[in-house]
Every structure is written in structure tokens, then in C-alpha cells.
């Protein structure tokens, strides 16, 4: 069983929608978790960080974390086509040394 | 303001012939990492430097070596490049291992 699962999608949803993204884990000692935006050819590039559970918002984007049910999630309101992307969650430890990351779910979001 | 800088962007090699993947961050951070992504795989980490003067294993180091030069620059080595190794390679840096990574644009490597 892998440290992070995460659904590969793709989703594609109309422009203006709202988007939910998940991932589960099963180390309950992850204690800080991020979300990535990766554009086609590009480096992942860092959206959200979070640390131990609740929610963060940042503009369209909101992020949530349940550690009892070791579950995250990000959500984009009011979705543009140039959120069209593969997104990245990745968690670690408090004393770790790596980060451990999905596999990624690519979303499109239709003009 | 460059962040993370990765050369080259692409290359091909044959099997056998060695390179090494070169890696700067400009941003004072501590820790870099090398990973690799295919598809379907995800990110895997390589190797890592959690500091100047230290580098440790990942999840997949066998047929790479890492050479952490100063605190600026973090070189990854393929000694005899083997088809599996086709890839597109990532560099990031951290302020330290807790802190999110900033990650590279990549290199695209082909063996063939």
C-alpha cells in the first residue's frame, strides 16, 4: 500500500465550477501537507501548505485537512481554463526527511 | 529571481555513456533533493542533502550518485545510463526538511 493515494482522474469540469481534489493517507505521524500545481512540461509548483489539521484558504483556492480520517483535500471555487493542470498533494512527518507525494489527478476545466 | 535552475533541459544518451544533471537554487536553502517522475509513478525521491557537507539515499538510488557541491548546487550522475533511467528529472529545494520544496522545470532524459 502506498503512503499517499490519490485519484488520477482526469477531471474535467466547465469553467465556474467548483473543484474538489482528495488524497488519503495511512501514516498517521504526517503532520505537514501541501498541495502542487503542475503545468504540461513544467516543474510542480507549490499552491498550499499546511500544517496539522484544519482548513486554509488562499483567493480560489481552500485547503482542508481531517487527520482523524487521514484524509486531504483542496477546493477551487469559480474554475478558470487556465487551472487546467495535474495536481500534486504531498504530506511529511515532523521529523522527517522526504516528502511523499500522489501520483497526481489532471484536471481540465472547459471554456 | 531564478529559484531553482536545472541543465540541461533535455538530452539523449545511450545506454552505457554517463552525465551528470546539474542543479542551483538561489533562494539560501539548506536542503535539496533529486526525483524523478514517470508516469502513473508519481514523484520518487532519489537522493537528498538535508544540508551542506551531507546526502542521504531515497526511495531509488541505485545507478545514480549525488555530489552536493556547495550550499547553492546539487549535481545527480548517472555513471552507465541504462534505459530504465529515461525519465524527466526534478531538482528541489527546501529552507529545510520540513519547509515545502521549490521545484525546477526539469530535465527530459531519453536513453536509448
Known amino acids: 500500500q502506498k503512503e499517499v493515494e490519490q485519484d488520477p482522474g482526469p477531471l474535467s469540469v466547465p469553467e465556474g465550477a467548483i473543484v474538489s481534489l482528495n488524497c488519503t493517507y495511512s501514516?498517521?505521524?504526517?503532520?505537514?501537507f501541501m498541495w502542487y500545481r503542475q503545468y504540461s512540461r513544467k516543474g510542480p509548483e507549490l499552491l498550499m501548505y499546511?500544517?496539522?489539521?484544519g482548513n486554509k484558504e488562499d483567493g480560489r483556492f481552500t485547503a482542508q485537512v481531517d487527520k482523524s480520517s487521514k484524509y486531504i483535500s483542496l477546493f477551487i471555487r469559480d474554475s478558470q481554463p487556465s487551472d487546467s493542470a495535474t495536481y500534486l498533494c504531498a504530506m511529511s512527518e515532523n521529523t522527517g526527511n522526504q516528502f511523499y507525494f500522489g501520483t497526481g489527478t489532471s484536471l481540465t476545466v472547459i471554456p | 529571481n531564478a529559484g531553482v535552475t536545472q541543465t540541461p533541459k533535455f538530452q539523449v544518451l545511450k545506454t552505457g555513456q554517463s552525465m551528470t544533471l546539474q542543479c542551483a537554487q538561489d533562494?539560501?536553502?539548506?536542503?535539496m533533493y533529486w526525483y524523478r517522475q514517470d508516469p502513473g509513478m508519481g514523484l520518487r525521491l532519489i537522493y537528498y542533502s538535508a544540508s551542506e557537507g551531507t546526502t542521504d539515499k531515497g526511495e531509488v538510488p541505485n545507478g545514480y550518485n549525488v555530489s552536493r557541491l556547495n550550499k547553492r548546487e546539487f549535481s545527480l550522475r548517472l555513471e552507465s545510463a541504462a534505459p530504465s533511467q529515461t525519465s524527466v528529472y526534478f531538482c528541489a529545494s527546501g529552507r529545510d526538511r520540513t519547509q515545502p520544496q521549490h521545484f525546477g522545470d526539469g530535465t527530459r532524459l531519453s536513453i536509448l
Open positions: 533562494m539560501n536553502h539548506n536542503s
Open positions: 501514516n498517521s505521524a504526517f503532520q505537514y
Open positions: 499546511t500544517y496539522s489539521s
